[in-house]
């Protein structure tokens, strides 16, 4: 029985064969297609005497070996170093054949190596070799000229012919280069350089006449000015964007030439056009950001940025001041001051109606305001809303509270070792991702800026579930037993409490940072400033509502801080603008008076009184009255008031933003003193937000701040950036578009489901502990 039974096949054998034929395969493929390609010149000499062959096993046909069979002689050997086989038998003369002449029809991707070049015996046979050469072998004109030089080298350095070997051994006899042991590369380069003499190609990039070529290289200039630093003049020569420009058909840029003719002609095109511009207005508005402290390149630095806002709502670009970090109210006051003569001359300084600043002391502005009366100085509204935020930290109780419970918290997680490696792993295993909390570095940090509070409530909130799932380990519920912090932690996260006061600072803050971003996007007018801060005071109280806040301490930091920003020309510009008229009972459009207070009506008239001469103020009030009683036409009120779609942003927007303007340069001529004053404060702007420099600018500009070339080759390339970036009215910096595109969709969505989450964990702990089921909690998290 069992001389005759079969023995059956083991499929693990199968598998493993089939694995090894198929490795077989792949490697015999992989060399084949090496070989094509270095057939074609794209690869090692040696190719065209080396043949890949497959070994098959004789009894089951299957692939078991691959090899390489050198086509000169049929010897076989191991493919495993191909480099090395054709170093040990081809170079070093082991191969019979190799150092024999070709034959003409043969494939060569590399001439003949110096080893098949015969030494020489005698000038007589020197001569004699070449000449033979020379008459037969035309096709290798390169062996021809490397048997001369060689040959006269050796005579001239005195070798000796003792020992000479017969002529068929001098053929085969090993000649070393300069380069090193074995070393043909100098050689192969110099075959190649005869080869594309005898038969030179064509550029393989496509034909552009001079006219493209020019336009183009235009283009790409631009865009590099544009990039404003954050490509470098040194990546220009990066050997794999010069070989794009080749195979686009175009010369590669030189450094030299972007930095300066080119440069210079680019600079002076768009400051002519900036100048001109300027100088056609009317009137303008100086708009400077920056002042605020930046750490560049190791050391305290600002970039204050200047620009101008035209009357038609454009705004251009005008210079940059790098300061030495914080600077005194007198010095901004000098900067500022520099920056309007620059632009108006000593003798048409009323052309800049006013100034407008970013994050500084208003003392500068409000010295310039009294020395200037027809000026109007203002501080920037995205930088009031932000201070707001830090109001809200400094002095509300559940900000304190809130910041306090999540700063502990956060250090807690981060700097216990235990609890930190839990954290990870469970936000890993929900989020996929492994990070640590964001928390400021100190309480005094918090104090100073908001920014580090918000992304730490922001980390927490999209954690809450992590960190319910921490919590409930039993490693965790074990080292709470003994560490009082621990308990404390565990209990703030379990607690309903702690996420109230969470969610309820957080969605102020996120509140007034999305209407500081839209001011900062919208760009709004000054008479914008009254409903713009109505509105935020509205939203305030709905907010103080909701989570059940009715000290009413909130309004009045909220009012605190509008009393701050307010400044008088918010009222006058919003009684004087058409867009803001009211329809009364009568079907007169009036100026809305009645949503000012008593003091802010005063202002209007101060405001007016001051910005006219002396013997101009009894006119403009008179005219004011008038405007008061009268309104402006109902069909041009209407006009001006026309609203439509944005089919960017699906915002209902004004059809005509230069409406208001232009209806008091027309058809309310008959205010001849109001309409002056009218037309140059319903065009301010009340954002100072204009060109943004990235990282990447302000870094140079600090980094060449001590080499005067230097520094005005960037002052330069900033300028043509800026320029060009504004007439785009393209306001945001690199960062910030790049923040935009990965920001991940539904971010905000995902963290209030989390919280709903998180209190129906808390909700189902009370439930479980009133039906004496503890264990309920812990099931619902894990």
């Not at 076989?76 to 034959?103: D, I, M, Q, Y």
Request: glycine letters at 4%; proline letters at 4%.
């Amino acid at each position: 029985m069992a001389s005759t039974s079969s023995t059956p096949t083991d499929p693990s054998s199968s598998i493993l064969e089939d694995t090894a034929a198929k490795a077989v395969n792949k490697r015999y493929e992989g060399l084949i297609t090496i070989r094509t390609k270095a057939v074609k010149g794209k690869g090692a000499w040696y190719w065209a005497h080396l043949e890949p062959i497959l070994i098959r096993n004789t009894d089951t046909n299957i692939p078991k070996a691959v090899k390489l069979r050198c086509s000169l002689c049929d010897a076989v050997f191991s493919a495993s170093n191909p480099s090395r086989t054709a170093s040990e038998h081809l170079k070093r003369g082991t191969c019979p054949n190799f150092n024999s002449v070709l034959r003409p029809n043969s494939i060569v991707s590399s001439p003949l190596p110096i080893s098949s070049l015969p030494s020489p015996t005698s000038h007589h046979n020197h001569l004699r070799k070449r000449s033979s050469h020379m008459a037969t072998s035309t096709a290798t004109p390169l062996n021809s000229l490397a048997i001369v030089e060689s040959t006269r080298f050796c005579n001239e350095l005195g070798y000796s012919n003792s020992g000479l070997l017969s002529q068929q051994q001098q053929h085969h006899q090993h000649l070393m280069l300069s380069g090193g042991k074995d070393d043909l590369d100098a050689l192969a380069m110099l075959e190649n350089s005869i080869k594309k003499l005898k038969s030179p190609k064509a550029s393989p990039g496509p034909s552009l006449n001079k006219d493209q070529i020019d336009s183009a290289l235009e283009l790409l200039a631009d865009w590099f000015y544009e990039t404003c630093g954050s490509v470098s003049f040194s990546s220009l020569e990066h050997p794999k964007f010069r070989s794009f420009l080749h195979q686009v058909g175009l010369p590669p840029l030189s450094r030299k030439d972007l930095s300066g003719s080119r440069l210079e002609n680019r600079f002076l095109e768009a400051k002519t056009e900036v100048e001109t511009r300027t100088r056609d207005a009317m009137f303008f508005q100086v708009a400077c950001n920056g002042w605020k402290t930046k750490n560049c390149c190791n050391g305290e630095e600002n970039l204050v940025k200047f620009s101008i806002n035209l009357p038609n709502r454009t705004s251009l670009y005008q210079k940059a001041v790098l300061t030495g970090g914080s600077v005194s109210s007198k010095y901004a006051e000098e900067i500022m001051w520099e920056a309007v003569m620059s632009l108006c001359g000593s003798s048409a300084l009323q052309r800049c109606v006013g100034i407008i600043a970013d994050k500084y002391k208003a003392k500068a502005l409000r010295n310039l305001e009294i020395q200037y009366q027809w000026m109007v100085n203002l501080s920037c509204q995205v930088q009031g809303l932000l201070s707001l935020i830090n109001d809200f930290c400094k002095e509300l109780s559940i900000f304190k509270t809130a910041t306090e419970n999540c700063l502990k918290l956060a250090n807690f997680v981060n700097n216990k070792s235990q609890v930190r490696s839990s954290f990870q792993k469970y936000r890993l295993q929900e989020l996929e991702y492994n990070r640590l909390l964001r928390a400021p570095s100190s309480k005094c940090e918090c104090r100073k800026d908001f920014l580090p509070v918000y992304l730490m409530l922001e980390d927490i909130l999209s954690c809450a579930r992590v960190l319910h799932m921490v919590v409930c380990d039993e490693s965790y519920k074990a080292m709470s037993m003994e560490d009082s912090l621990a308990k404390e932690v565990s209990g703030m996260i379990q607690g309903e409490g702690f996420w109230n006061q969470l969610e309820a600072v957080y969605s102020l803050m996120k509140l007034i940072r999305g209407i500081a971003h839209e001011i900062e996007v919208e760009r709004p007018l000054i008479g914008q400033c009254l409903p713009l801060w109505e509105d935020l005071k509205a939203k305030v109280k709905d907010w103080s509502a909701r989570f059940n806040i009715v000290d009413g301490h909130v309004e009045k930091i909220v009012e605190k801080r509008f009393k701050k920003n307010y400044h008088p020309a918010w009222s006058a510009a919003f009684i004087l603008d058409p867009l803001y008229l009211m329809r009364d009972t009568s079907g007169k459009y009036l100026p809305p008076f009645k949503c000012l207070t008593h003091e802010q009506e005063k202002d209007v008239d101060k405001l007016i009184t001051r910005l006219v001469s002396r013997e101009e103020a009894h006119v403009a009030l008179m005219e004011l009255m008038k405007w008061r009683t009268e309104g402006l036409d109902p069909l041009y009120a209407q006009a001006v008031q026309v609203k439509q779609r944005d089919p960017l942003t699906g915002k209902m927007k004004i059809a005509n933003p230069q409406g208001s303007r232009l209806v008091w340069e027309t058809c309310l001529s008959e205010y001849k003193t109001l309409g002056k004053v009218a037309v140059r404060l319903i065009f301010l702007q009340a954002t100072s937000c204009g060109f943004k420099c990235n990282w990447s600018s302000m870094e140079w500009m600090c980094m060449h701040r001590h080499s005067r070339i230097g520094l005005e080759r960037a002052q330069k390339m900033i300028f043509v950036a800026a320029h060009s970036k504004l007439e785009r009215r393209d306001f945001l910096n690199e960062e910030e578009k790049d923040g935009e595109l990965f920001r991940m969709a539904g971010c905000e969505d995902d963290m209030l489901n989390e919280l709903k989450n998180v209190r129906g964990l808390v909700s189902a702990k009370y439930i479980g502990r009133k039906s004496d089921n503890v264990s309920l909690h812990c099931i619902a998290v894990c």
